[in-house]
């Protein structure tokens, strides 16, 4: 471990680890996974979050959600540096019309937790890490509001660069069209074990169903059903390897009442059944 500090009071806590190739483990304990993460790499890395691999060739950030799986595979001859933090230090849902970060960096529709720097945001991001790392040492008055501006300039940074690299077409739509998928976004990630039809999303946006998937359509994004049901397949996946609920009691957490219906979908979309895929965890 070459530098770990934290932050702590009053039920708020922010830490920042830098850490070589033999503790990359380190980041893979239970311990983190309730806190939202970031991690820079300053050069390349393959990284698995969740049932998902990543491979970058240039420096990038990556942004993890709580309960979000994690591991480093490979990310040679460098310094990773790791951020977690917990929503009493900042929660992005309250402080979003700061940093317009939910349902882009995190919670996005389009499972995209990868922001790529360039030479230039490289270094930007680099200078902010250092001045994190200078007030958790010095642990000076203001410290915890300090952290927490470059916290948020690290997200406004990566959020600007995220939506040019990510989103094509789409950022050429109206802001207001922007701030729609977004909210689609946060609506999916807070109702999702309870509404799973496309017509419950429509009314809470208040529109008709068939403008909500016209939308999609037009821009060529995956259809709102499938974005909808591939979320409640992925916390499904989280809970079948990680948790000890039955595939009875998982279809039961996730809205279902007809376990049977449930293991349709599941096998549907991943191709084999809830309890295969529950033992098939290494």
């Not at 380190?26 to 300053?42: G, L």
């Not at 349709?264 to 098939?280: D, E, I, W, Y």
Request: glycine share 2%; net charge negative; proline share 3%.
């Amino acid at each position: 471990m070459k530098f770990n500090s934290n932050y702590e009071y009053n039920h708020k806590l922010f830490g920042y680890l830098i850490i070589g190739e033999t503790s990359f483990d380190e980041i893979s304990k239970a311990e983190y996974n309730d806190y939202i993460r970031i991690f820079f790499f300053p050069k390349s890395c393959h990284i698995t979050i969740d049932f998902d691999e990543y491979l970058t060739d240039a420096p990038a950030l990556f942004f993890v959600g709580n309960h979000q799986k994690v591991r480093i595979k490979h990310a040679e001859q460098q310094e990773v540096h790791f951020i977690y933090y917990n929503r009493d230090f900042y929660c992005i849902q309250i402080h979003d019309a700061e940093v317009a970060c939910d349902g882009i960096l995190f919670n996005n529709i389009y499972n995209l937790p990868q922001t790529t720097l360039s030479d230039e945001e490289c270094v930007y991001t680099e200078n902010l890490y250092l001045n994190i790392q200078n007030e958790l040492i010095a642990k000076d008055s203001s410290q915890e509001e300090m952290i927490r501006t470059y916290l948020k300039q690290l997200i406004i940074k990566a959020t600007r660069a995220w939506k040019r690299q990510q989103l094509g077409q789409l950022n050429e739509e109206p802001a207001r069209e922007m701030e729609f998928f977004r909210d689609f976004s946060r609506l999916v990630e807070i109702h999702f074990r309870k509404k799973h039809g496309v017509a419950e999303y429509a009314d809470l946006l208040n529109i008709a169903p068939k403008t909500l998937s016209t939308k999609f359509n037009r821009l060529h994004l995956a259809s709102p059903n499938d974005i909808i049901k591939d979320r409640i397949v992925l916390e499904a996946k989280r809970l079948l390897w990680y948790s000890n609920y039955t595939v009875k009691e998982i279809a039961y957490h996730l809205g279902y009442d007809d376990p049977a219906y449930f293991n349709r979908l599941f096998t549907n979309k991943t191709g084999v059944s809830p309890a295969v895929f529950k033992k098939s965890n290494p």
